[in-house]
């Protein structure tokens, strides 16, 4: 079925229609019907539009939506994925005036990030390119020596420095070293790895704290523990140990991963997330699980099935993609919360979240999980 079908409900014929894989087709057609814009790649902020958001842009979100057409791409090796992925790629950058680069550094690496699954499914050189202009404008730029070497969270900012940033950054420099093999970009990977390591992980649950330097006081934000730092902290220590040929990094990224669940999923399903005081859906927030249930489904095919805290990973993600599909809206819009039904309006990087999370049930469940 080609990606601009607005049958949102319809499933491939070919599958299984309860398959992960069936369902991560519907809810990525689904993203399309819900939010396209006027031209082929462009995605509008809510579902059902609401003027007050007609000209909002939300760039790392965007990159994020690059991501979700080339997983499913990876999925089914249908070319029109590609294309689309590729169209709202253009569609970013042309909202961005053009321009790679804007104020916020991690922002930049999650594009970076997009640019390079584009590469390897390409295998376009200018994708490459981009990622690393990209890499080179953050390096350049947004490192610096306050609270260690490490990258600040934006140009306005240079001492606040985070899990976001410098954990999509380490990805970056991650995936550069293994397409072009060059040390400096691996060298940073380890170095950006490293510093979260000895800033923000509490070393008794693998716990990552969200940032240090934000109020000005040079205090840790101890208190903010999202599921998308310790997605991030989970890609970086599986980069590590494949690099490194270290499992015991995975041993690592596993304790993180079961921590998570402890403190941020009790009853079994992700919590409702905000970053601010009487948040109740949108924004930033809404991307924060399928960022940690991408890197989850990572870490999970470097591991054992056999394997005790494994299998219990494996059934979190089973738990929370059910209760996700559950209380989808008969057009597929998700909430911010997965244990009920949808409000009246879905923000992109909400329903982006519940795309990537069905994504990666579907990663899972190709691999035998």
């Not at 991560?24 to 007050?52: C, D, K, M, V, Y």
């Not at 400096?184 to 716990?207: K, M, N, Q």
């Amino acid at each position: 079925m080609p990606p601009d079908s607005d049958e949102a409900t319809s499933g491939p014929g070919e599958l299984d229609p309860h398959s992960w894989s069936a369902r991560a087709e519907r809810a990525n057609i689904a993203l399309t019907s819900n939010f396209s814009g006027f031209r082929r790649g462009r995605l509008q902020n809510t579902a059902p539009l609401r003027l007050r958001q007609l000209g909002a842009f939300n760039y790392w979100w965007l990159a994020h939506a690059v991501q979700a057409r080339v997983d499913a791409f990876d999925r089914t090796g249908d070319g029109e994925w590609l294309h689309l992925a590729e169209a709202t790629y253009r569609a970013l950058i042309q909202r961005n005036r053009g321009r790679l680069f804007n104020d916020y550094f991690d922002d930049m690496s999650w594009l970076a990030l997009a640019s390079l699954r584009l590469h390897a499914a390409t295998g376009a050189q200018r994708y490459l390119d981009d990622a690393q202009e990209l890499w080179r404008h953050i390096d350049l730029l947004g490192l610096n020596d306050s609270f260690g070497r490490s990258v600040a969270w934006r140009k306005q900012q240079p001492d606040y420095k985070n899990a976001p940033t410098n954990g999509s950054f380490g990805l970056v420099s991650a995936g550069l070293y293994r397409v072009t093999g060059e040390a400096a970009y691996a060298a940073r990977a380890d170095d950006l790895c490293g510093w979260i390591e000895s800033r923000l992980v509490d070393p008794r649950t693998g716990i990552v704290f969200d940032g240090v330097g934000r109020t000005g006081d040079g205090a840790v934000d101890s208190g903010w523990r999202f599921s998308y730092n310790q997605g991030l902290y989970l890609g970086l220590l599986v980069d590590s140990a494949e690099r490194h040929h270290n499992p015991g990094l995975l041993k690592r990224a596993v304790l993180t991963a079961v921590s998570t669940i402890d403190q941020l999923a009790p009853n079994g399903v992700f919590a409702l997330e905000t970053t601010r005081p009487g948040e109740r859906r949108g924004g930033d927030a809404g991307l924060f699980k399928g960022i940690f249930f991408r890197y989850l489904a990572t870490l999970l095919l470097h591991l054992d099935p056999a394997d005790r805290d494994a299998r219990m990973l494996a059934a979190f993600v089973q738990r929370n993609a059910d209760a996700l599909w559950q209380n989808l809206s008969p057009t597929l819009l998700s909430g911010d919360d997965w244990q009920k039904p949808p409000g009246r309006t879905t923000y992109l990087s909400t329903q982006l979240s519940a795309v990537i999370t069905l994504e990666a049930a579907a990663r899972l469940e190709r691999e035998g999980w």
